[in-house]
């Protein structure tokens, strides 16, 4: 049994400004991926290509074991996706909507609807035109999870959410978790919500992918290196260092391979290491990003 | 082809179609009315008045089915659905098409009807019949251009483009010497340049339809 969710592989995208390139990207089955990027980085263009809304021009997408655009059909029987384009029937209800979808899923759960309208404060006889947008994201999300996915697809769902509706958002993602034979990609560029909730990280940026790990990895693996050099001492050469800041006596290291080694790799070069800081996932990405481009002008 | 999945999202549009195809009931049944009070002046009124309420029906339809999918970003929620696109389309050109002709059909029989019960305006019959193949096709032309171009502008300008065909075919039809002639006779003439005619607007909706299927076919994105 391929205990892969998701697999795209050697996947490329070309438009006229803009083009995705050799994206290889795994999620395995029950897993949570925090994907990363800044706006137009290729994260909704991926996501499109994932959900067979937009055909790859090179490589293979394989999605809860079928191929991908050509098996769209029977994989989007077990997806719920929500994306921040998407729009409800302005015209119709929740309940409309519910009805609608019903006979179409088989696994629809018409009472967690119920409660899932109930915990957001949602009125299945409303019509969606006259919801606020907080409500109109937790309708798509009511929708999406009562189909009980086996993958779940979120494209920006918090994006241009108020702080009360993000919080309810992600603690109703925080409990479809519960179930662990579901797969969710969550894209955003707010790292603070997918921190939250995610325990793999990958990070896209101008249409490639610059890093994919498990969350606990990236926070190991990254730390900035406060030091002091003496007159004569110049930067250490260390391994896996992406950028070099601060002042000429007091460098900022930031590494992404930090092994307690180097503190004292940095003492036998001369150098004093003031402090070792952790980073956020935010400093990660950016950093991550910064040093990518970096190397690509230089 | 999922064919319970095409039916579903046929439901959908007729669902939100509703008041449109009541609204053109109501219109098509008082055109009628018209046209039956007898006479040239009330049938050509009421003539205009049907193909006005016809094409405001086709012109709804593909507008609020199609054109506003994209419109009102509702695209991604139905493709989102366990569906390819191919039945996408499938579901979108039946469901303008059922929506549009039976309608259709129900006007221009009972517009038939009149003529045939009315001796009077019995040469119109020939005509008639290709003009309300040419208004069949001016929807059918603006489904595929609303589907293939999913532009609102390019769909007006098909809108458009049927509306002045109708008149450029109606003109060209009736200086047609074997069925212009026979238009304001008092008898029903069918000649071998109507069933020439009507063959190739058939032709040519079959033409438009299957080139829209062959479009959507090759088509790589879709949102």
């Given at each position: 049994?391929?205990?892969?969710?998701?697999?795209?592989?050697?996947?490329?995208?070309?438009?006229?400004?803009?083009?995705?390139?050799?994206?290889?990207?795994?999620?395995?089955?029950?897993?949570?991926?925090?994907?990363?990027?800044?706006?137009?980085?290729?994260?909704?263009?991926?996501?499109?290509?994932?959900?067979?809304?937009?055909?790859?021009?090179?490589?293979?997408?394989?999605?809860?074991?079928?191929?991908?655009?050509?098996?769209?059909?029977?994989?989007?029987?077990?997806?719920?996706?929500?994306?921040?384009?998407?729009?409800?029937?302005?015209?119709?209800?929740?309940?409309?909507?519910?009805?609608?979808?019903?006979?179409?899923?088989?696994?629809?759960?018409?009472?967690?609807?119920?409660?899932?309208?109930?915990?957001?404060?949602?009125?299945?006889?409303?019509?969606?035109?006259?919801?606020?947008?907080?409500?109109?994201?937790?309708?798509?999300?009511?929708?999406?999870?009562?189909?009980?996915?086996?993958?779940?697809?979120?494209?920006?769902?918090?994006?241009?959410?108020?702080?009360?509706?993000?919080?309810?958002?992600?603690?109703?993602?925080?409990?479809?978790?519960?179930?662990?034979?579901?797969t969710i990609l969550f894209s955003s560029h707010n790292t603070l919500d997918v921190e939250q909730i995610s325990d793999q990280i990958t990070f896209i940026d101008r249409g490639r992918i610059i890093d994919s790990d498990d969350k606990e990895a990236f926070l190991d693996r990254w730390r900035r290196l406060r030091l002091v050099l003496p007159p004569d001492v110049v930067v250490p050469r260390l391994p896996g260092v992406v950028?070099?800041?601060?002042?000429?006596?007091?460098?900022?290291?930031?590494?992404?391979?930090?092994?307690?080694?180097?503190?004292?790799?940095?003492?036998?070069?001369?150098?004093?290491?003031?402090?070792?800081?952790?980073?956020?996932?935010?400093?990660?990405?950016?950093?991550?990003?910064?040093?990518?481009?970096?190397?690509?002008?230089? | 082809?999922?064919?319970?999945?095409?039916?579903?999202?046929?439901?959908?549009?007729?669902?939100?179609?509703?008041?449109?195809?009541?609204l053109a009931l109501a219109g098509g049944v008082l055109s009628l009315g018209i046209v039956a009070l007898g006479g040239q002046p009330g049938f050509t009124l009421g003539l205009i008045l049907l193909v006005t309420v016809m094409v405001m029906l086709s012109a709804m339809s593909v507008m609020g089915n199609t054109i506003g999918e994209r419109e009102n970003q509702t695209l991604a929620f139905s493709m989102s659905l366990p569906?390819?696109?191919?039945?996408?389309?499938?579901?979108?050109?039946?469901?303008?098409?059922?929506?549009?002709?039976?309608?259709?059909?129900?006007?221009?029989?009972?517009?038939?009807?009149?003529?045939?019960?009315?001796?009077?305006?019995?040469?119109?019959?020939?005509?008639?019949?290709?003009?309300?193949?040419?208004?069949?096709?001016?929807?059918?032309?603006?489904?595929?251009?609303?589907?293939?171009?999913?532009?609102?502008?390019?769909?007006?300008?098909?809108?458009?483009?049927?509306?002045?065909?109708?008149?450029?075919?109606?003109?060209?039809?009736?200086?047609?010497?074997?069925?212009?002639?026979?238009?304001?006779?008092?008898?029903?003439?069918?000649?071998?340049?109507?069933?020439?005619?009507?063959?190739?607007?058939?032709?040519?909706?079959?033409?438009?339809?299957?080139?829209?299927?062959?479009?959507?076919?090759?088509?790589?994105?879709?949102?």
């Open positions: 049994m391929n205990d892969l969710a998701v697999q795209f592989d050697g996947v490329s995208k070309r438009y006229t400004h803009f083009s995705l390139e050799s994206i290889h990207l795994e999620l395995p089955t029950g897993s949570i991926m925090g994907f990363i990027g800044a706006n137009g980085a290729g994260k909704s263009t991926t996501i499109r290509i994932l959900m067979g809304l937009v055909h790859q021009d090179a490589g293979t997408v394989r999605v809860l074991g079928h191929t991908m655009p050509a098996d769209q059909a029977a994989a989007k029987l077990d997806i719920g996706f929500v994306s921040e384009d998407m729009r409800l029937y302005g015209q119709a209800t929740l309940a409309w909507h519910m009805e609608f979808l019903k006979p179409i899923y088989p696994r629809w759960d018409q009472s967690y609807a119920e409660s899932l309208a109930k915990r957001f404060d949602l009125k299945p006889q409303q019509k969606i035109k006259g919801l606020s947008h907080g409500q109109r994201v937790k309708a798509a999300l009511l929708l999406a999870l009562a189909r009980r996915p086996r993958l779940l697809v979120l494209d920006e769902p918090t994006t241009g959410l108020d702080p009360v509706a993000r919080v309810e958002v992600l603690g109703e993602l925080m409990a479809a978790l519960a179930d662990e034979e579901r950028e070099v800041g601060g002042s000429g006596r007091l460098p900022v290291l930031t590494t992404n391979r930090f092994e307690p080694a180097m503190v004292s790799a940095c003492n036998d070069l001369g150098a004093t290491v003031q402090a070792v800081d952790t980073m956020t996932l935010e400093e990660i990405f950016v950093a991550n990003v910064h040093s990518r481009r970096e190397r690509l002008t230089a | 082809m999922n064919y319970s999945m095409v039916k579903s999202l046929i439901l959908k549009d007729w669902y939100f179609q509703r008041h449109a195809i009541l569906i390819s696109y191919l039945e996408y389309t499938t579901s979108k050109i039946l469901g303008n098409l059922l929506i549009f002709v039976p309608y259709w059909i129900a006007i221009v029989a009972g517009c038939l009807g009149l003529i045939v019960a009315a001796p009077a305006i019995r040469g119109l019959f020939a005509c008639t019949v290709i003009m309300a193949v040419e208004i069949l096709i001016s929807t059918c032309l603006m489904i595929a251009v609303a589907l293939v171009t999913e532009s609102k502008s390019w769909t007006i300008a098909a809108m458009v483009t049927g509306n002045v065909a109708l008149n450029v075919v109606g003109y060209l039809v009736a200086h047609i010497p074997s069925i212009g002639n026979a238009m304001w006779g008092k008898a029903i003439q069918w000649t071998p340049a109507a069933t020439i005619l009507v063959t190739a607007e058939f032709a040519l909706i079959a033409l438009l339809l299957g080139g829209t299927f062959f479009i959507q076919s090759r088509k790589k994105d879709f949102i």
